[in-house]
């Protein structure tokens, strides 16, 4: 028995069917693939986030974006971010204006579906867009958030902060986020004893 080959899609194609799409969808080299759906601490967590970076940022030059703004990470690649922090003026990629190529700070709110994906080739690809400096994954389950900074030459070093006390710098943009306010409203899952 054979298996047939999926057709696969152009950019273009790409674009006009996610632009009209209620559900968005990522493009990997010709192949669509949906974006998981949220639940309420997810959507909580990143209205949070939000609320407390625009605000930090009010007077500076960056600003903060959330979905469905989509990112293009290569020619034939266009990811979905929970944030994005654009410095300066946004790169987009044409006239319709709903994807760019230039955030300095992508921040993702972790999904069991999608967390392996968002620490493994995610942020493969988000490390060859030359403007990214740091890289902020929130879980939703616990008050822990891991933040990538990139280094000198071509490393990048991980930071680890847990606990409602905690506060995080986000060194590459001058802003620090309690984690108070991150899970505000945020009701944890009883641990298993």
């Known amino acids: 028995m054979s298996s047939l080959a999926v057709p ?6 790409y674009l006009a069917i996610d ?8 493009f990997h080299e010709g192949e669509m693939f949906p974006v998981d759906s949220v639940t309420l601490e997810h959507a909580a967590i990143v209205a949070n986030t939000t609320w407390r970076v625009a605000e930090q940022l009010s007077v500076t030059p960056c600003q903060v974006l959330s ?7 290569s020619v034939a690649r266009f990811v979905y971010a929970d944030l994005l922090v654009v410095c300066g003026r946004p790169e ?6 709903d994807t760019i190529t230039n955030p300095k700070v992508i921040i993702e709110v972790l999904s069991p579906s999608t967390e392996g994906y ?3 080739p995610k942020f493969g690809f988000y490390r060859k867009l030359p403007s990214f400096a740091e ?18 030459g071509a490393g990048w070093t ?9 506060t995080v710098p986000v060194q590459s943009i001058g802003i620090n986020l309690r984690l108070s306010d991150l899970y505000s409203g945020v009701e944890f899952p009883a641990l298993a004893e």
């Open 8 to 13: 696969k899609i152009s950019v273009e194609q």
């Open 19 to 26: 632009r009209d799409a209620e559900v968005k969808s990522e």
């Open 118 to 120: 968002d620490y493994g």
């Open 92 to 97: 987009l990629t044409d006239e319709v204006r």
């Open 67 to 73: 979905q469905p703004l989509r990112v293009r990470v």
């Open 158 to 166: 991980l930071s680890t902060y847990e606990g409602l006390d905690a």
């Open 135 to 152: 890289y902020l994954l929130i879980r939703q389950d616990q008050a822990k958030v891991e933040v990538f900074r990139k280094s000198e």
